[in-house]
């Protein structure tokens, strides 16, 4: 799922500190989280969409890399958007 326009700005306005900052690992891990929710919801109502599964897992797997990039460079950062996205690390 393609997240709105809107809903996009919102983020990245927020994690990224402006508009602009669309590059940021805080902004990307912010954007994967809202896809993983949105697709979770989804697998929720359909266990045999295999298909949505794997794009669930590899979108997965690039927040936990972008994560652990951000955990090495910037670890207040880091803590801080865990914190904001409620994720369990």
């Known amino acids: 799922m393609k997240l709105t326009k809107e ?11 402006n508009a602009k900052n669309t590059g940021a690992a805080e902004v990307q ?17 359909q266990k045999n969409d295999v298909n949505s599964a794997r794009g669930l897992m590899r979108l997965v797997s690039q927040r936990k890399r972008l994560l652990h990039h951000l955990s090495e460079t910037n670890l207040s950062s880091y803590r801080q958007l865990i914190k904001d996205l409620n994720l369990r690390k």
């Open 7 to 17: 809903t996009r700005q919102e983020i990245v306005t927020k994690f990224g500190g």
């Open 29 to 45: 891990v912010a954007l994967l989280t809202e896809r993983i929710q949105h697709i979770t919801g989804h697998l929720g109502g």
